[in-house]
């Protein structure tokens, strides 16, 4: 089992920068992948971008220059890195993770509050 928690959450004005992280625990050695998705109020949760174990990184088009995914060089902690920060970023953020070979993601947090104010 692989357990995920995430801090960092919080309010921000527009324009302004936060980084969540997201600290993973138990088998870590069978994670290949980890993610970031997040969730606003009456929207469906959505991918916001991806780190693998080589260091490839993936990224929605929505967050695509102003958000970077990093990772410590164990894969046990995750960083989402968020810049020019726009309200419509308001969501719940989550961490998660899946193995190789696994199309979806199997391991989740439980999750972050990230509010950005106009």
């Known amino acids: 089992q692989v357990r995920l928690v995430e801090s960092g959450g919080g309010l921000v004005q527009a324009g302004g920068s936060l980084r969540v992280s997201c600290a993973a625990s138990g088998r870590t050695v069978s994670m290949f992948f980890m993610g970031w998705f997040r969730q606003a109020p009456g929207k469906e949760r959505e991918f916001v971008a991806e780190i693998n174990r080589s260091g490839g990184r993936l990224y929605a088009d929505a967050v695509k220059g102003r958000f970077t995914v990093s990772r410590d060089s164990a894969m046990n902690t995750v960083f989402l890195q968020m810049n020019s920060l726009k309200p419509e970023d308001t969501a719940v953020y989550y961490c998660?993770?899946?193995?190789?070979?696994?199309?979806?993601?199997?391991?989740w947090g439980q999750g972050t509050q990230v509010t950005v104010s106009s």
């Open positions: 998660a993770a899946r193995s190789w070979g696994e199309i979806n993601y199997n391991y």
